[in-house]
């Protein structure tokens, strides 16, 4: 037998070992995963960002305006999955139409308000200045959404209702009063 046989104590420089604190070098950090809304918001972002280099000639960010906002809402109505029957369609106005028709299928009002939610946000993440300057809060464009959305109502046939929320009354704020001074002396008579 060998006497070069030896157990290490020590971890060898190149491993350290779990207690030895000072050897520790820092873990890079992990991202953390966007929420969808943030992945929604870069696809979003990207894809609005292509469209304006496919213009011709192509257009950098500084250079667009609402104008070009509203064509690239229109643009979007290609890939639509909404149908909005015309005025002279049969089905004009019928919320379920018993059956087909060649009337275009649009981007939904829903979808387009939530899309320029998100680039109105991710056009202030990059840079792109002040809320008052942003073109994806002009007034023209809010002027565009709701024509939609009204066109889109009249062509279904269902009239858009903004829901109303519902207040607090002074009954409500008494009746929640009653009710923790009856539960307080029911309480109290059991206790007893």
Not at 25 to 52: A, G, H, M, V
Not at 142 to 167: D, F, N, T
Request: some cysteine.
């Amino acid at each position: 037998m060998s006497s070069e046989h030896h157990t290490p104590t020590k971890d060898p420089p190149d491993h350290p070992s779990s207690s030895s604190n000072h050897l520790k070098q820092p873990l890079p950090s992990q991202p953390q995963p966007l929420s969808r809304y943030e992945s929604q918001k870069r696809r979003d972002w990207n894809t609005f960002i292509q469209y304006l280099k496919s213009q011709n000639p192509p257009l950098m960010m500084s250079q667009f305006d609402y104008t070009h906002v509203l064509s690239f809402l229109r643009y979007l109505d290609q890939f639509g999955k909404t149908k909005v029957h015309h005025q002279a369609c049969v089905f004009f106005g019928q919320p379920d139409p018993p059956g087909p028709c060649t009337c275009p299928l649009k981007q939904a009002w829903g979808s387009l308000d939530a899309l320029i939610g998100r680039l109105r946000a991710a056009y202030e993440e990059h840079g792109g200045g002040s809320p008052d300057t942003n073109p994806f809060a002009n007034g023209s464009i809010r002027v565009h959404l709701r024509e939609v959305r009204e066109s889109q109502a009249k062509a279904r046939g269902i009239p858009y209702r903004k829901k109303k929320r519902r207040r607090k009354t002074i009954n409500d704020v008494v009746v929640v009063k009653k009710d923790v001074a009856n539960s307080s002396s029911t309480h109290n008579q059991s206790s007893t």
